[in-house]
């Protein structure tokens, strides 16, 4: 499926702001299109256009805004965000204490795990790329996660340069003494969502927080 054309930003407004219930569809849409965009040729083709993915997708996230269901590991204080232009939700951003685990031997990013973050998951639909919309929720979900803990991690898959690009100008870095962190992508992890075949080399980020720095933690 190709990328939708992209959004004619002139005189729009651009928002941020606390997912509600009513935005489920909209954030699952634009989750649905970034995975088929940014993951072409990484993930197989069957799974990116499955309609069984993407309506999985939708009732996941329902569940979570309307029901308060959360996949298991998430925090019960987790904080997702919209961004929006000209009042359509275009992306989100979800971020929390850190769930992943790391593989054997992988230094730490922060001694101390009760704060350490998480940027669980961000995704802006391909038609918004290029229109500023993600430099505004990153920098909300920098805010959030600055405020409760003294450093974050996130995971993307290793061959996706686009993304990276993005993380790095953004102040995450994937090298922790000297070497980055990888590990294996099995896939999305949610009720009714298929198992990848073969799951895909991903690589950790991390960005410690401006307190932090300057308590040199």
């Not at 898959?157 to 590990?183: I, K, Q």
């Amino acid at each position: 499926m190709c990328a939708a054309a992209a959004l004619n930003t002139v005189g729009m407004t651009v928002e941020v702001r606390h997912a509600e219930p009513e935005d489920a569809d909209a954030i699952a849409e634009s989750h649905s299109a970034a995975w088929r965009v940014a993951y072409r040729g990484l993930v197989p083709k069957a799974f990116l256009e499955s309609e069984s993915v993407v309506s999985a997708r939708r009732d996941a996230w329902h569940h979570r805004l309307t029901d308060g269901v959360r996949p298991d590991g998430f925090d019960v204080d987790d904080r997702l965000y919209v961004g929006l232009l000209h009042d359509r939700v275009v992306g989100f951003g979800h971020v929390g204490a850190a769930r992943s685990e790391d593989p054997d031997d992988a230094p730490a990013v922060n001694s101390d795990p009760a704060e350490l973050g998480e940027l669980y998951g961000f995704y802006v639909h391909p038609a918004a790329w290029g229109t500023g919309i993600a430099d505004r929720l990153i920098a909300q979900c920098h805010a959030t996660l600055d405020d409760r803990f003294d450093a974050a991690v996130l995971w993307v898959l290793t061959d996706n340069p686009r993304a990276r690009r993005f993380y790095e100008r953004n102040e995450w870095s994937c090298d922790v003494d000297g070497r980055p962190v990888t590990a294996l992508w099995p896939g999305p992890q949610a009720p009714g969502l298929p198992r990848l075949q073969t799951p895909i080399p991903e690589i950790r980020y991390h960005r410690r927080s401006p307190r932090a720095l300057r308590a040199g933690r």
